[in-house]
């Protein structure tokens, strides 16, 4: 018998689970991705591509083609997919398990201003003008448009679409992991007066936060959503946790579709 696993992506965490899963003939995964990434890195698994309709959706999905176990490894910021998953897997009645990469702490030397939102990030730039590194993702710049006086730039993994009244910018593709050096001399040529970013935590996209520390640079930090319930029934840190956790209730996981 295998595990059938619903694997909801678009994370690193997820595309390295779903390798270390194709490799073991117990499990037969399916990954999900929302879609907006325009050439996602190839999968070792099979991949559906696009929303299921809200959670009502996704417990139609999960009824009409029953899984063991739905995994939500996606971002510390996709909270609507993470609250679709809770609703779902609680209707149909499947286990969740939920991968959620530890938050990055401020250290000595890191001069940040934390805040909840993008709109407050935008709110703690300063009104005169500055060079603002946008480390955000491409689908979060619309409420810096409130501040057009800056000179913003952006890195994205895509191009993005800039509203209109972020005059003022420059567009940086590239998909992480960055190497500390390298987002030093970026923020150098670039003539960076202050970082902002979202609190993603995790190895990828952290230089930046390093670089920040080694050139004195404010960072303004987003912190993540609130989760949608107050404690997953499991939640892991990192995929090692997810393996080992799957490893542990393989046999029950297997028993439920017996
Ligand atoms: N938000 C970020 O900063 C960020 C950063 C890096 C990567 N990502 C990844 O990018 C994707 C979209 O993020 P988001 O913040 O736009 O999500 P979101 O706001 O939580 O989700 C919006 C809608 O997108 C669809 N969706 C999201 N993730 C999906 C998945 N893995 N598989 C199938 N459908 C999915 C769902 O549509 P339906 O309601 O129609 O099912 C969901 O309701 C996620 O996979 C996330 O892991 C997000």
């Not at 935008?122 to 501040?147: H, I």
């Not at 993005?160 to 500390?180: D, K, Q, S, W, Y």
């Not at 930046?208 to 997953?232: D, F, Q, S, T």
Request: hydrophobic fraction near 45%; include cysteine; glycine fraction near 6%.
């Amino acid at each position: 018998m295998t595990t059938r696993i619903l694997l909801l992506g678009g994370t690193t965490e997820a595309r390295k689970l779903a390798e270390r899963l194709s490799c073991d003939a117990r499990f037969d995964v399916l990954m999900t991705l929302a879609g907006r990434t325009q050439s996602p890195k190839p999968s070792a698994v099979a991949v559906r591509v696009g929303g299921f309709g809200g959670a009502e959706g996704l417990a139609a999905f999960l009824r009409i083609d029953p899984f063991d176990v739905v995994i939500d490894a996606t971002h510390p910021f996709a909270a609507q997919m993470s609250s679709n998953a809770v609703q779902a897997t609680d209707n149909v009645g499947v286990p969740l398990v939920r991968i959620e990469r530890a938050a990055w702490s401020a250290v000595s030397g890191d001069n940040w201003t934390c805040v909840a939102s993008l709109e407050a990030a935008v709110k703690a730039l300063a009104n005169t003008k500055q060079c603002v590194f946008l480390g955000v993702g491409r689908q979060s710049l619309d409420p810096f448009a409130a501040k057009p006086q800056h000179h913003y730039v952006i890195r994205v993994i895509d191009p993005p679409n800039v509203p209109a009244a972020m005059t003022h910018h420059e567009i940086i593709t590239g998909l992480g992991p960055f190497r500390i050096d390298d987002e030093i001399a970026l923020f150098r040529a670039k003539k960076i007066d202050v970082v902002v970013t979202k609190n993603s935590g995790g190895k990828a996209t952290a230089s930046k936060i390093g670089a920040a520390r080694e050139l004195g640079l404010p960072v303004i930090v987003v912190e993540r959503p609130k989760p949608p319930i107050a404690n997953y029934a499991v939640k892991v840190p990192s995929v090692d946790k997810a393996m080992a956790w799957l490893e542990a209730h393989y046999v029950s996981l297997t028993n439920r579709s017996v």
